[in-house]
Antibody, heavy 118, light 107 residues
Framework: QVQLVESGGGVVQPGRSLRLSCAAS????????MHWVRQAPGKGLEWVAV????????NYADSVKGRFTISRDNSKNTLYLQMNSLRAEDTAVYYC???????????WGQGTLVTVSS | AIQMTQSPSSLSASVGDRVTITCRAS??????LGWYQQKPGKAPKLLIY???SLQSGVPSRFSGSGSGTDFTLTISSLQPEDFATYYC?????????FGQGTKVEIK
């Protein structure tokens, strides 16, 4: 069965960096685009970024553009999110999600919490 | 970016009620819209894709309709396990954007 397991969350000071990972299994990882979605405590969902199946193209939410970088290693079935210049408003649970047919998110991980605080 | 306006933000309903949630896009998005259900402490779950297609394994009491700018999620007979928060997501173009969410609570 499809499994997505995020890791790398934690407490980080404003202005510092953090890298999240998402380990995928149960499907042909290299064939699908992958996304990051976040949810601030008590708030709604916010789409963050997407990367194509082969890593050749990316798109970002305006709120993270220039600070976050999505990447993947298809040999390791792993998705990454490099987060630089972190701000308090980046505090959220970060979910990785599998793209389906180029339009939807059919599988999600359990999420990893990032807290940006001094 | 396309803005998605979802309403209501919350509603109270009883088991067996018919529930309708709407989402309006700030520009036409064809039928490139999905509906997701999220329960507390859990990841979202895809219910409806392409505005009106039921995702595999989702009960038939859930249905979606609409095209262009106006979309609706309907639960025909609310069940205890349906109490959750629902989100629409436009996947017409990047950046994808979610509606603000609708919390469905027990009356």
């Amino acid at each position: 069965q499809v499994q997505l397991v995020e890791s790398g969350g934690g407490v980080v000071q404003p202005g510092r960096s953090l890298r999240l990972s998402c380990a995928a299994s149960g499907f042909t990882f290299r064939s699908y685009a992958m996304h990051w979605v976040r949810q601030a405590p008590g708030k709604g969902l916010e789409w963050v970024a997407v990367i194509t199946y082969d890593g050749s193209n990316e798109n970002y939410a305006d709120s993270v553009k220039g600070r976050f970088t999505i990447s993947r290693d298809n040999s390791k079935n792993t998705l990454y999110l490099q987060m630089n210049s972190l701000r308090a408003e980046d505090t959220a649970v970060y979910y990785c999600a599998k793209d389906w047919r180029g339009y939807d998110l059919d599988y999600w991980g359990q999420g990893t919490l990032v807290t940006v605080s001094s | 970016a396309i803005q998605m306006t979802q309403s209501p933000s919350s509603l109270s309903a009883s088991v067996g009620d018919r529930v309708t949630i709407t989402c309006r896009a700030s520009q036409g998005i064809r039928n490139d819209l999905g509906w997701y259900q999220q329960k507390p402490g859990k990841a979202p779950k895809l219910l409806i894709y392409g505005a009106s297609s039921l995702q595999s394994g989702v009960p038939s009491r859930f249905s979606g309709s609409g095209s262009g700018t106006d979309f609706t999620l309907t639960i025909s007979s609310l069940q205890p396990e349906d109490f959750a928060t629902y989100y629409c997501l436009q996947d017409y173009n990047y950046p994808w954007t979610f509606g603000q969410g609708t919390k469905v609570e027990i009356k």
